[in-house]
């Protein structure tokens, strides 16, 4: 960069100091950021001045856009990930107050279920062995408090604003009535259901799971066939038109989970499969005939050591319905049955029925009138009374019942396999599906699944993908398990009837009774009721139901709790909130985001949000995973105190977040990097707007200098590019692109404004003017002009991601109204673009000459290495273009030496072009240039050599047209 000087003769010369006719930058915003030290300042500022508060009241009367703070879990520091979903959630608030919204922030926190339970039976032990419930319950809410302090700390040091002081805790006495209050409507609506269903069982929790709550990982297991003989073989080979004489007729079942024989009931078949008659080895000197399905004849004889399979008969399996199979190991007989969920692409083409153990089990046991038999406890032990295995644990008697089948010759083959198998999320052991009395949302009797997939539509997902990801979890999801057994939680505060276990007619009525008590007394209110004092003489007549609802039910209902009962961003009056977004991880399209769609539906039938979306996982520069145990974890504590929030704000949104983020301490460093040079044009452009009053000094913009026409037009399209990111604004109908919320992209452009448009041309190319010419003048103030308007746009399009230092520029901005950034809007600027213009000739004209520009710095940098030159301004530049463009650029011409910021430029006629002269193109326009040292003297004013250098006796040392800054009535310049 040309950095205009203020030297002087040393001494013993004649000479004058012009060091106060120079107008130097100026400013109090400093080159380093030190954000770590700074960002706290900013922070005990925007906490003195109760500035969010102030926000609310400025924005009171707009319309609202509200983004729902899906909560945290209250357990642990806070790790990246919780860092870039605040940060993003953080970024649409903020945009959306500059959008022109009322865009209000209540964190929350999810405070109920297991995790809590366990850090709490850790100190104090489990319930009932050495505390009781109340007092472990008042434990857990003690610890959740002090996971939330620390969290909220965390959170806020990131920058982000909200009514944290009065954040929404589901474990708050109104959040937990409100809780009852709306299990009351699901209720009302008839979508709840209480069955004995079979559901994904933890042992270690000791309660159902719902789907949200596992995860899929690989697991070892036995993978067995086991003969199941029919019961009259002769009678089935009969059928089959075989003469089978006295051989066994079997039916082989495969499986990977033996522990589950003992509830067989059944062996279910697809009626349309072709199954086939093969001989199998003998068994105890008796021929053994089994019957497979035809497709997979050669991996059963495979397995069961068949060398070559002969088909004796096929038969379809409609055909075999009703025939009875003796069990494998017990007295008992089970059917034949059909079902659609039998498959032929491994196994047998027959399945082991349980349907005390699977759901589609117990789906077709259901149709078949079959008994639903769980012989497992909750803690994953086999009861008392079941025959051979009591006492085991299903694990451990996978073997037990291998070496029992084995014994009695019905295992056919076994083999140990790895596979994709449930496991609990926080245990990350395997599951079980395991069949018990639970209380369900279900998803078709009052037509849940069919209005959720309606209103999913009405939704504007983000990935587009997230719609179709959704759908299909909602298409194929089974009823929701809401009922969890467990003491840290809102209970289903139902009364059931002792003997026909169906809920109190008036549940509704009673829900809403028991939420008054829970709002003064908390949950600890349902244990201690009385019933009398509810149900009154027929209080003997029913129990208690003290299951606890699943904490995804907490999360999922806070739209009902939060959205639609906190003053600042509920939608009162009717349609004033015309936005509502979501916005977590993508595994929340089964969790949070599923949860809450089905309450909502259950409720209103229509989704709880209009915008949903989704980012993806924090991994490192190698894409694994963040581990303690690979020493990869990033911790956003750290980066906070050594780099300062800002850098991590803007390594969330220079990142592509729908999919993995990676994150280093080497791609935190290249952050900072782009920082320091987004804060350093900012510092220049701030210090050249010293004594620039916007009231006073703007210049009409078609009065303003080309090049500052073209400046300020760069500005606008960021502008528009930062506007369609940060989406809709108020006033507008709501609409989307390509551009919307993609914040990398953003990033990427003010990076390329603030370095090419703003470093590598404008800056570099005004600093004569704006240095050297006189305080007031028109040209000057033009590019001043300019310079406010692309410093009033990088300063919005920076707040909602680097939050601390766009405040720290607007605290140094001229002319502010308020005291932060955030009480600004984009609509403010409208007027500063207004009656912009620049024609297509001059577009063209500024594109050729910047061809040009590009051609000589090359052919200047090429001369310095030589050492044939110094800087650019001992660079005099010869233009041999042709006829039409000489005439198109001679009214420029005199101005072109700052354009070109060299000491001179003259134009002359292509042919007059020396041998050695270098080819370009402007466009589709030839043109040479030829680089020459000047042999002029230097002005110690502007640093130009010109040849006018000392033709004035009282200014020896200065060029003529710093005399005329200095002494005369002001330089004119029209172009640049």
Same mark, same amino acid.
């Given at each position: ?23 130097? &930058? ?62 993003? /959630? ?22 109920? #279920?297991? &995790? ?22 008042? /434990? ?42 709306? =299990? ?23 309660? %159902? ?41 079997? =039916? ?5 989970? &033996?522990? !589950? ?77 059909? #079902?659609?969920?039998?498959? +032929?692409?491994?196994? !047998? ?27 497992? #406890? ?17 694990? /451990? ?38 069949? !018990?009395?639970?209380? $369900? ?8 699944? +069919? ?53 109190? &007619? ?177 510092? $220049? ?6 004594? $620039? ?11 303003? =200098? ?54 590598? %041309? ?66 403010? =600027? ?25 051609? !000589? ?10 050492? /044939? ?57 030839? $043109? ?25 006796? %009282? ?22």
């Amino acid at each position: 960069m040309h950095v205009v000087s203020t030297e002087t003769k040393d001494a013993g010369q004649q000479g004058r100091d012009y060091k106060q006719t120079i107008h130097l &930058p100026e400013t109090s915003f400093p080159m380093r950021g030190d954000l770590p030290s700074r960002e706290p300042l900013t922070l005990a500022r925007w906490q003195d001045s109760d500035m969010y508060a102030r926000l609310q009241q400025h924005t009171a009367n707009r319309p609202r856009f509200v983004l729902h703070d899906g909560p945290p879990y209250a357990n642990g520091q806070i790790h990246i990930g919780h860092a870039v979903n605040k940060t993003l /959630k953080d970024i649409v608030v903020k945009s959306k107050l500059l959008g022109g919204f009322s865009s209000d922030y209540v964190p929350g926190w999810d405070c109920h #279920g297991l &995790p809590i339970e366990l850090a709490v039976e850790k100190d104090i032990g489990k319930v009932g062995q050495k505390v009781d419930a109340r007092t472990f319950r008042a /434990k857990c809410r003690e610890y959740a408090a002090e996971q939330i302090d620390g969290q909220r700390n965390d959170f806020k040091r990131l920058g982000v604003i909200g009514v944290w002081d009065q954040p929404y805790r589901t474990m708050d006495f109104s959040f937990e009535a409100e809780m009852l209050r709306t =299990l009351a409507r699901i209720v009302e609506n008839g979508h709840l259901a209480r069955g004995v269903k079979p559901v994904h069982w933890c042992f270690d929790c000791g309660s %159902a799971l719902a789907e949200a709550e596992i995860e899929y990982a690989d697991k070892s297991s036995p993978a067995i066939d086991v003969a199941f003989d029919f019961v009259d073989g002769a009678a089935v080979a009969k059928l089959l038109d075989v003469d089978a004489g006295n051989a066994i007729v079997s =039916l082989p079942i495969w499986t990977t989970t &033996p522990w !589950t024989l003992p509830a067989n009931l059944a062996v279910t078949l697809h009626a349309e499969f072709d199954y086939a008659l093969i001989e199998a080895l003998p068994r105890d000197g008796r021929r053994v005939l089994v019957i497979v399905a035809e497709s997979l004849v050669a991996d059963v004889a495979r397995r069961y050591g068949i060398e070559s399979p002969t088909v004796l008969a096929r038969v379809k399996g409609a055909a075999l319905e009703g025939q009875l199979l003796q069990h494998c190991f017990y007295q008992r007989q089970v059917p034949v049955i059909l #079902g659609d969920h039998v498959t +032929a692409d491994s196994g !047998t083409g027959a399945v082991h029925t349980a349907p005390g153990h699977g759901q589609e089990d117990f789906v077709v046991g259901q149709k078949y009138g079959l008994d639903v038999l769980n012989p497992v #406890g909750s803690n994953g032990v086999f009861v008392a009374d079941t025959e051979l295995v009591a006492g085991q644990h299903v694990w /451990k008697a996978n073997d037990s019942i291998i070496q029992l089948l084995r014994e009695r010759g019905v295992l056919l083959a076994f083999e140990k396999i790895t596979h994709s198998y449930p496991h609990c999320w926080r245990h990350k052991t395997p599951v079980a599906f395991r069949t !018990t009395p639970q209380w $369900f949302i279900s998803m078709d009797q009052a037509n849940l699944r +069919a209005d959720a997939l309606a209103a999913i539509k009405q939704v504007h997902w983000m990935p587009e993908w997230g719609e179709e990801r959704i759908s299909l979890m909602v298409r194929n999801r089974p009823d929701w398990c809401i009922s969890r057994q467990r003491t840290w939680g809102v209970p289903i505060a139902i009364f059931i009837d002792r003997v026909k276990g169906q809920p109190h &007619p008036r549940s509704v009525e009673l829900l809403r009774a028991v939420a008054e008590h829970v709002e003064r007394e908390g949950v600890d209110a349902w244990y201690e009721l009385d019933a009398r004092t509810l149900l009154g003489d027929e209080a003997d007549q029913y129990e208690k139901v003290t299951d606890i609802l699943d904490v995804w039910f907490d999360s999922g209902v806070s739209h009902a709790c939060v959205l639609n009962r906190r003053a600042e961003i509920n939608d009162v009056p009717a349609g004033r909130r015309v936005g509502t977004m979501y916005l977590e991880g993508s595994d929340q399209h089964r969790g949070w985001f599923q949860s809450s769609l089905m309450t909502s539906v259950a409720l209103d039938r229509r989704a709880p949000f209009t915008e949903v979306i989704t980012h993806g996982f924090t991994v490192d520069a190698q894409g694994r995973k963040m581990s303690k145990s690979v020493g990869n974890v990033v911790a956003p504590q750290k980066v906070v105190s050594t780099l300062g929030a800002d850098i991590l704000r803007l390594w969330t949104a220079a990142t592509d977040y729908h999919n993995e983020m990676s994150v280093s301490d080497e791609i935190l460093k290249r952050v900072a990097d782009t920082y320091r040079r987004l804060r350093n044009t900012a510092r $220049f452009l701030l210090g050249n707007l010293s004594g $620039f009053d916007p009231q006073r000094d703007l210049v009409p913009r078609a009065e303003m =200098l080309l090049l500052d026409r073209w400046a300020m037009r760069q500005s606008e399209r960021l502008m528009q590019l930062a506007r369609r990111v940060y989406g809709f604004e108020a006033g507008a109908a709501p609409s989307y692109s390509a551009d919307s919320y993609a914040y990398a992209a953003l990033v990427q452009e003010l990076m390329r404004f603030c370095t090419v448009d703003m470093g590598a %041309a404008y800056l570099d190319m005004t600093k004569d003017r704006l240095y050297t010419l006189q305080e007031q003048s028109l040209a000057r103030r033009s590019a001043q002009t300019a310079m406010y308007a692309a410093l009033e746009v990088v300063v919005r399009a920076l707040a909602p991601i680097t939050s601390f230092t766009s405040e720290e520029i607007w605290a140094a901005m001229p002319a502010r109204g308020h005291d932060s950034v955030f009480f600004s809007t984009w609509s403010d =600027l409208d007027g500063l673009f207004a009656g912009l213009r620049l024609s297509k000739e001059e577009d063209a004209l500024l594109a050729d000459l910047g061809e040009m520009r590009s051609l !000589t710095q090359k052919r200047i940098e090429e001369l310095r290495n030589e050492g /044939k030159l110094g800087g650019s301004l001992e660079a005099e530049v010869a233009l041999y273009l042709d006829t039409p463009t000489h005439a198109r650029l001679a009214p420029v011409a005199n101005e072109l030496r700052f354009y070109f910021i060299t000491s001179d430029v003259r134009l002359a006629d292509s042919a007059a072009a020396p041998a050695d002269a270098v080819s370009g193109n402007a466009g589709a326009l030839g $043109f040479k240039l030829s680089v020459a040292a000047t042999a002029h003297s230097k002005c110690v004013r502007c640093w130009q050599y010109r040849p006018d250098v000392g033709a004035h006796a %009282a200014h020896p040392e200065l060029c003529g047209r710093c005399i005329e800054n200095v002494d005369g009535a002001g330089e004119h310049r029209a172009s640049f």
